[in-house]
């Protein structure tokens, strides 16, 4: 018997085995088991998770959480914050949707001539 035919018979068993319900539960019952919809699986981001969805410091998020600019964290424990992902990716796309249509308010572009160190000096215009 070659090696490729024993795997598979093996990934056959295991196939057989995961198909069936465990052995404290009824047949009938397997089929009959809850799986909640797709829209109540809610799943919730921690700190490095959020970090590497949002690329902004933790005082700036901490910030538009508190101007109600950034979805709110929330205490699973009392040592442990998180972050609804739902409302992070809304969030995301609601504030991709404001900069494509240019109603994202930008910061405008500091004044160089007012600036003390390394002023910039008015150009002579030779005609």
């Not at 909640?36 to 590497?52: G, I």
């Not at 910030?63 to 739902?86: I, Y």
């Not at 404001?98 to 002023?119: C, E, F, G, I, N």
Request: hydrophobic share 35%; glycine share 0%.
């Amino acid at each position: 018997m070659r090696r490729d035919q024993t795997i598979s018979r093996e990934d056959a068993a295991l196939a057989s085995d995961a198909a069936q319900p465990p052995a404290n539960e009824p047949a009938e019952s397997a089929s009959k088991r809850f799986q909640p919809p797709a829209d109540l699986l809610k799943r919730v981001v921690r700190r490095p998770e959020l970090r590497k969805i949002v690329p902004l410091a933790d005082t700036t998020i901490y910030e538009m959480e508190q101007r109600g600019e950034f979805p709110k964290r929330f205490f699973l424990t009392p040592r442990c914050v998180v972050w609804d992902l739902a409302e992070v990716e809304a969030w995301l796309d609601e504030r991709r949707r404001a900069s494509d249509a240019d109603t994202l308010r930008k910061t405008p572009a500091p004044d160089v001539h007012q600036r003390r160190a390394r002023p910039v000096r008015k150009q002579i215009q030779r005609t």
